[in-house]
Every structure is written in C-alpha cells, then in structure tokens.
C-alpha cells in the first residue's frame, strides 16, 4: 500500500512539475522584443521580424524600433510602462504620446512553462513579440530596482 500511494505521489509531482508555469516576475520583462515566427510563419512574419523591434527598460521606458526603406532605424521613444499589478501575469499599460498603428496600449501577456510572449493588436493584425535579449547591465539593473521597491516585500 506504502508502495502505491508513494507512486502516485511521485506521479502527481512529476506531472505537477512538468505542467507547472513559472512566474514572471518584473525584473524578467525588461529587454528587447522580437517578432515571434512560429505562430504564422512565412513572409509576412519575416518582413515584420526585420523592420520591428520594442525595448522595455529597467525604468519603465517603452522604445519601439522601425527598419526604414533606407536601412536607417528609427527610435521612437513611446512613453512609459505602467504596471496595474506586481503579481503575475503582469498586467500593464503603455502610456504614448501620439497613438501608433503597431503599438497595441494594452498589450497581452501569455506565460508558458519555460517563456512568455506578447500580443499587440495591431494594424497588421495579431503581433507575436517575444524577448530575444537582454545585456547583463540590463539584467543587473532591473533586479536592483525591483527588489529596491518596497511594494516586493509587502
């Protein structure tokens, strides 16, 4: 009977563990976001992968990059992120100053076991963005200002 019931045991915490989804917490959001190809690949995702790119930063600043025709980059500085809640998913907004076409304000987040990715509605439809990197100062920052904030230890 000892047998089973530690079988059973060891069978719910291997599929409790396998099917478990991590946390997210703020720190991690921080980086540069790529468009992700494997939800509609093909041209289209291509194209959108080569001219756009987003970066959050370890102080809530939203930067939304453009590959124009010329190869030249464009930066627009969108505005900041405000977060409505510290517990995950996060849940925020992206406050601009002048609406653009591919910047969805209220962006989706989905968690998986392993990554997470976002979802802008935006002129072309759905935009899948997942974060390609982040620079160790980045990462050292962003760890820095989350644990610095007195809402973490509440």
């Known amino acids: 009977m000892k047998a089973v ?9 291997f599929y409790w563990a396998y099917n478990y989804v991590n946390d ?22 291509e194209w959108q992968r080569a001219h756009f790119a987003f970066e959050v930063t370890a102080d809530r ?17 969108e505005g900041m992120v405000h977060f409505y809640r510290d517990t995950a998913p996060h ?6 100053d002048a609406r653009h076409p591919l910047v969805d304000p209220h962006p989706s987040h989905y968690r998986g076991r392993l990554r997470f990715y976002f979802v802008f509605e935006s002129a072309f439809g759905n935009m899948f963005w997942r974060k390609v990197w982040t620079t160790n ?8 200002a ?3 904030s007195p809402s973490v230890h509440m």
């Open 5 to 13: 019931l530690a079988l059973v045991g060891a069978i719910v915490a």
């Open 24 to 45: 997210v917490p703020r720190w991690r959001l921080n980086g540069c976001y790529r468009i992700d190809q494997s939800f509609y690949p093909g041209e289209n995702a």
């Open 61 to 77: 600043e939203f930067y939304f990059y453009e590959r124009l025709k010329d190869g030249a980059v464009r930066t627009t500085r």
């Open 91 to 96: 849940l925020f907004s992206i406050e601009i």
């Open 137 to 144: 100062r980045q990462r050292v920052l962003a760890r820095r």
């Open 146 to 148: 989350y644990y610095a």
